[in-house]
Nanobody
Framework: QVQRIDTGEGSVQAGGSMRLSCEGS????????VGWFRQALGKEREFVAG????????SYANSVKGRFTISRDNAKNMVFLQMNSLKPEDTAVYYC??????????????????WGQGTEVTVSS
């Protein structure tokens, strides 16, 4: 699927905001759990945010709680990650991914498929 930045230019100062989007083919995300992961330089890929096929059921990594929001638009077959109050520690390559069909939220990378190509986000202090 296609992954891109909706707002900003990939770089932002600390305290700023940015929204990432992920668009799939028809019915790519409908009825599936979805998630966002990130991988910082020299670190392993980590779970950031997830949403069950029931859109109101969400989960976030402790490091982004209260700052990031995952959402979806099934009519447009898109998934979003709104990032507010960004910190330099948020600098990483961000990936969207599709989770289990009719699934609940999972933080296990092996449960996801159809990964996006990644979006580089840089937050300066």
């Amino acid at each position: 699927q296609v992954q891109r930045i909706d707002t900003g230019e990939g770089s932002v100062q600390a305290g700023g905001s940015m929204r990432l989007s992920c668009e799939g083919s028809v019915h790519t995300f409908f009825s599936y759990a979805v998630g966002w992961f990130r991988q910082a330089l020299g670190k392993e890929r980590e779970f950031v945010a997830g949403m069950a096929y029931v859109g109101s059921n969400t989960s976030y990594a402790n490091s982004v709680k209260g700052r990031f929001t995952i959402s979806r638009d099934n009519a447009k077959n898109m998934v979003f990650l709104q990032m507010n109050s960004l910190k330099p520690e948020d600098t990483a390559v961000y990936y969207c991914a599709r989770g289990p069909r009719w699934g609940m939220i999972t933080r296990n990378e092996d449960s996801y498929d159809y990964w996006g190509q990644g979006t580089e986000v840089t937050v300066s202090s």
